[in-house]
């Protein structure tokens, strides 16, 4: 079964960092980009970052653009993106999702992880 | 970034009904936009790609449309489960932006 976890979420004070990890399974992992999307509560979808297949170009929203990192290691089946400089804006629910054959096509997501970021 | 619009923000309707949903994009996309469905605390789902591909395992009721700025999801008959919101998604360059969404409620 193809397979998404996401983890790492949590309640972190403006100005913290957090690391959120998703963890793939049922696919080969290295052969698909992947992305973070995001839902602040109550709103619509905001895509956050992408990533290539090699991990070697990184792609990101405006919004969180100099403060977030996307990273991958394939030999883990492991996408992760690491959060600094957070924001009360940066409160969402957290999507891994995965790219398909057409490459902006989200055809695989977990269900998510819960970021709160408040003092 | 390219902005993305939906219309209508919501739309009631009934079991059975032809629903059609409108994303418009701030510049020229080709194809590249997917339709994706999100009932109330669920991950999103993806229905269509590239337009008008439908993803495996969608109910050929969905079908998409469009073109260049324009671009239509159409359910030919509304099915008690498809009462969600749907979002439209541009590919053709980075950032990828979702429109708002469209909250299809039952009439």
């Known amino acids: 079964e193809v397979q998404l976890v996401e983890s790492g979420g949590g309640l972190v004070q403006p100005g913290g960092s957090l690391r959120l990890s998703c963890a793939a399974s049922?696919?080969?992992?290295?052969?698909?980009?992947m992305n973070w999307v995001r839902q602040a509560p109550g709103k619509g979808l905001e895509w956050v970052s992408g990533?290539?297949?090699?991990?070697?170009?990184?792609y990101y929203a405006d919004s969180v653009k100099g403060r977030f990192t996307i990273s991958r290691v394939n030999s883990k089946n492991t996408l992760y993106l690491q959060m600094n400089s957070l924001r009360v804006e940066d409160t969402a629910v957290y999507y891994c999702?995965?790219?398909?054959?057409?490459?902006?096509?989200?055809?695989?997501w977990g269900k998510g992880t819960t970021v709160t970021v408040s003092s | 970034a390219i902005q993305m619009t939906q219309s209508p923000s919501s739309l009631s309707a009934s079991v059975g009904d032809r629903v059609t949903i409108t994303c418009r994009a701030s510049?020229?996309?080709?194809?590249?936009l997917g339709w994706y469905q999100q009932r109330p605390g669920k991950a999103p789902k993806l229905l269509i790609y590239?337009?008008?591909s439908l993803q495996s395992g969608v109910p050929s009721r969905f079908s998409g449309s469009g073109s260049g700025t324009d671009f239509t999801l159409t359910i030919s008959s509304l099915q008690p489960e498809d009462f969600a919101t749907y979002f439209c998604?541009?590919?053709?360059?980075?950032?990828?932006?979702f429109g708002p969404g469209t909250e299809v409620e039952i009439k």
């Open positions: 049922g696919f080969t992992f290295n052969n698909y980009g």
């Open positions: 990533i290539s297949v090699s991990g070697a170009i990184t």
């Open positions: 998604l541009q590919n053709y360059n980075y950032p990828f932006t």
């Open positions: 999702a995965k790219g398909g054959v057409v490459r902006g096509a989200l055809d695989v």
């Open positions: 590239a337009t008008s």
């Open positions: 510049q020229g996309i080709r194809n590249d």
